[in-house]
C-alpha cells in the first residue's frame, strides 16, 4: 500500500481531509499526487503538505496507481469523459467519493472493464472520524480492494458492502446521519434555553452529552436499546422523557425519515447518472 502511487482529482475538503489522514497514517507525501481546476489551491497544497501536483487530470491519471475522484456529483461524468482515453492506457483503479453516482453510470463513462471502487463516505471524515461505506465492481482485484480500503480507513472506519444497492442506506443512515444528530441537538439546546440555561453552556453540555454516549455505545458491546434502560431508572427523570419521546412515535418518525432519504438517494443516482 505504501508504494502505491494515490491521485486526487480536486483537491478540496474532501481530498484534503484524505490526504491529511493517509500521511498521519504514514503515507510518504511523496506518493500523493493532486489535480485541480484551481491553481492556488494546488499551491497551497504542495506547500502545506509537500505532496506533488498534477498541471492537468490526464497527467495525474497516467501518473498513479489509484485515482480518487474527488470533484462535486455533477462534475464526475465531464471530468471522467474528458480523460477516457487517457484512462482507457492504464490499468488504474478509479475510487468515487462522489454522493449519488452509481457503479452503472461509472462503467458507462470509464468502461465496463475498469476497476471501481464506489464509495460513501460522511462529513465527520473531515474530523478523521468518518463511516465510510464501500462497494467494488466486478474487476477489483484483492490487491486494489485493501488500497481503497486503506484510503478510507484513514479518515475513520471502513465497511464493505455485498450489494450496491446497499449504499442507498448507507447513504440514508451514516451519509445523512450527522445531520440528524444536529438537528436533535438543535433541538435540546432550544428547550435547555426555555429552561432558563445560557445558549453558551446548553451547547457545552450537549455536545460533550452526545460526544460521551457516542463513546459509550462504540466501547460497550451492549445495544442502544439496552444502554438506554440501564440510564432509565424507573420513577426518575429520564423516564418522563422517554416516555414523552413513546407519545410522540419518535421511532416511527425517525424510520420514515430515514425512508424518504433513502428513496431520495435511489432519485438522485438515476438524475445524475442521466448524462
Ligand atoms: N464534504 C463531505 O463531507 C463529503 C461527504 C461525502 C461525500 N463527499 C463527496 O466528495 C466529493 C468532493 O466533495 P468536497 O466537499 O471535497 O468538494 P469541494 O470542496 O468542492 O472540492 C472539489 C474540488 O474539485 C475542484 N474541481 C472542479 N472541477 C474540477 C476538474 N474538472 N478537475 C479537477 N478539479 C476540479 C474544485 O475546484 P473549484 O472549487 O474551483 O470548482 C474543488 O477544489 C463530492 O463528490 C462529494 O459528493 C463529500
Known amino acids: 500500500m505504501k508504494t502505491?502511487?494515490?491521485g486526487f482529482i480536486g483537491g478540496g475538503n474532501m481530498a484534503n481531509s484524505l490526504i491529511s489522514g493517509l500521511i498521519a497514517s504514514g503515507h510518504s507525501a511523496q506518493q500523493i499526487w493532486v489535480s485541480d481546476s484551481d491553481q492556488e489551491k494546488l499551491s497551497s497544497l504542495a506547500t502545506n503538505m509537500h505532496i506533488n501536483t498534477s498541471a492537468t487530470n490526464d497527467a495525474l491519471i497516467a501518473e498513479v496507481d489509484v485515482v480518487v475522484l474527488a470533484v462535486k456529483p455533477?462534475?464526475?461524468a465531464a471530468v471522467i469523459k474528458n480523460s477516457k482515453a487517457t484512462f482507457d492506457k492504464t490499468n488504474n483503479l478509479l475510487v468515487s467519493i462522489a454522493a449519488g453516482i452509481n457503479q452503472e453510470s461509472l462503467s458507462k463513462?470509464?468502461?465496463?472493464?475498469k476497476a471501481i471502487v464506489r464509495c460513501m463516505p460522511n462529513t465527520p471524515a473531515l474530523v478523521q472520524t468518518g463511516a465510510t461505506g464501500l462497494h467494488a465492481n466486478q474487476n477489483v482485484t484483492d490487491e486494489q480492494r485493501d488500497l481503497a480500503e486503506n484510503i478510507m480507513r484513514s479518515v475513520g472506519i471502513s465497511i464493505w458492502v455485498e450489494n450496491e444497492s446497499e449504499l442507498d442506506a448507507v447513504t440514508a443512515v451514516s451519509g445523512s446521519g450527522p445531520a440528524y444528530f444536529?438537528?436533535?441537538?438543535?433541538a435540546m439546546e432550544k428547550a435547555a434555553v426555555e429552561l432558563g440555561l445560557?445558549?453558551?453552556t446548553a451547547q457545552l453540555l450537549i455536545e460533550q452529552t452526545a460526544l460521551g454516549a457516542a463513546k459509550i455505545a462504540l466501547e460497550s458491546s451492549e445495544s442502544p436499546?439496552?444502554?438506554r434502560a440501564r440510564v432509565t431508572s424507573p420513577g426518575g427523570t429520564t423516564e418522563q422523557a422517554i416516555k414523552t419521546f413513546d407519545q410522540g412515535d419518535l421511532t416511527g418518525l425517525v424510520s420514515k425519515a430515514i425512508?424518504?432519504?433513502h428513496n431520495r438517494s435511489i432519485e438522485l443516482a438515476k438524475e445524475l447518472g442521466e448524462s
Open 4 to 6: 502505491k502511487k494515490i
Open 74 to 76: 455533477q462534475l464526475i
Open 109 to 113: 463513462w470509464l468502461g465496463e472493464d
Open 182 to 186: 444536529f438537528l436533535l441537538m438543535e
Open 198 to 200: 445560557t445558549e453558551h
Open 225 to 227: 436499546g439496552e444502554l
Open 259 to 261: 425512508q424518504a432519504a
